[in-house]
């Protein structure tokens, strides 16, 4: 998933530098986060226990969620919260889910209206069990949400449904204003990182997104061993099937049975790395350590 969590983030204070309980690289001095709770963080953690429902926020442990909430924006996890695949770097539990809930689309259009969204991200776990993916699902979560929040713009972060181009045509088609597919790790070392993955199987999917007329965006994360090099080899892929949008971000270990950190990427390389994408062609770059793919997500819509 897009997410990679700080794992040991948990109380409400500042955070900055702390060692980890359990081994991991010490932080370095820029990760500086304030862990602090307000009346619009209690509002969507309210209203997502009452309507039961996930965020991606949460059961990946983004360390953007006090800031995002505050700020009354958060990005929807549906299709349940355990995954069928177990990527190396994700926090996002791995098993068998539970069959699919039908009622969970009114929900999320529910929870838009009662929090007042004007953005919403919504994305999902891995469902490589069901037939489409669960498309449909991501389908219908847009119309009901459209239909209950007609002035409310979405983004959809979809799994690469293992290729198949039905699936991805049943999202397109509800014409969601922007479609992100991560592409997470450079071509090198995605067999490594996420096995049940395809390189070359994402990037297909971005380019026939883009044929349906998707503005589309889609993320990377560094420190897991890649160079700066293959990290632009990556920006030139997505330019060049004409990828809108690219959101990179530092790798964070979610725990000691998770992906090292390789390094802890200077700033200065996040800034150069905006630069040179927006030179690239990209009409948004949102690059920095603390960085995910849904961060900052309402003001790409527009660009």
């Known amino acids: 998933m897009s997410f990679v969590p700080l794992a040991h983030l948990r109380s409400s204070s500042t955070i900055n530098h702390q060692p980890s309980a359990i081994g991991r690289p010490r932080l370095p001095s820029w990760f500086k986060i304030q862990a602090k709770t307000g009346p619009n963080y209690l509002d969507i953690k309210q209203t997502m226990e009452r309507l039961n429902l996930h965020t991606i926020c949460e059961e990946a442990g983004c360390p953007n969620r006090w800031e995002c909430w505050n700020a009354r924006t958060a990005t929807f996890l549906i299709l349940g919260d355990i995954c069928t695949r177990r ?15 039908e ?5 999320v259009a529910e929870a838009v209206r009662a929090l007042g969204l004007r953005h919403v991200v919504i994305t999902s776990v891995n469902r490589d069990e069901l037939p489409d993916g669960g498309a449909w699902v991501f389908a219908e ?5 459209r239909r209950l929040n007609p002035a409310c713009t979405i983004e959809v972060l979809i799994p690469d449904f293992e290729g198949d181009a039905t699936a991805l045509t049943t999202v397109c088609a509800e014409k969601p204003e922007i479609l992100n597919h991560n592409i997470e790790t450079v071509r090198r070392l995605f067999p490594s990182i996420r096995p049940q993955g395809k390189y070359q199987r994402s990037i297909e999917l971005l380019a026939k997104a883009k044929q349906q007329g998707m503005k589309t965006k889609s ?19 997505l330019r060049t099937l004409d990828c809108d949008i690219i959101t990179i971000g530092q790798y964070l270990q979610p725990t000691r049975d998770h992906l090292p950190i390789a390094r802890f990427c200077d700033p200065s390389e996040f800034v150069l790395l905006k ?8 009409t948004h770059v949102e690059s920095g350590p603390l960085v995910r793919s849904s961060y900052h997500a309402e003001q790409q819509v527009a660009g």
């Open 87 to 101: 990527c190396h770097y994700c926090s996002v539990e791995t098993g068998r889910p539970l069959p699919v809930d």
């Open 103 to 107: 009622r969970e689309p009114g929900r």
């Open 141 to 145: 979560t847009i119309r009901q949400t």
């Open 219 to 237: 993320g990377l994360i560094l420190g897991m061993g890649e160079t700066l090099d293959e990290a632009r080899e990556v920006m030139r892929d």
């Open 275 to 282: 630069e040179e994408g927006l030179a690239m062609g990209f």
